[in-house]
């Protein structure tokens, strides 16, 4: 599973980040971001490249687990 940090980031920068992550064709990646708009960003992104996506809130983060 790919680990990414995206605090502090604001978009489109988060979605540009999973994109390039999602290159390695992995089954698994896990993103912490804090912001609302990345959280819907790069969800709705996951879910197009056909992943399965939860997220957790914890401390104003959102911590989103995404596999396939």
């Known amino acids: ?20 992550a999602m290159a390695s064709k992995e089954s698994a990646y896990e993103m912490v971001v804090d912001n609302v708009t990345a959280r819907e960003n790069v969800t709705r992104y996951a879910q197009h490249q056909g992943y399965q996506v939860a997220v957790r809130e914890a401390d104003g983060e959102y911590h989103l687990s995404m596999t396939k």
């Open 1 to 20: 599973m790919k680990e990414l940090d995206a605090r502090g980031l604001s978009c489109p920068e988060p979605v540009v980040m999973i994109r390039k």
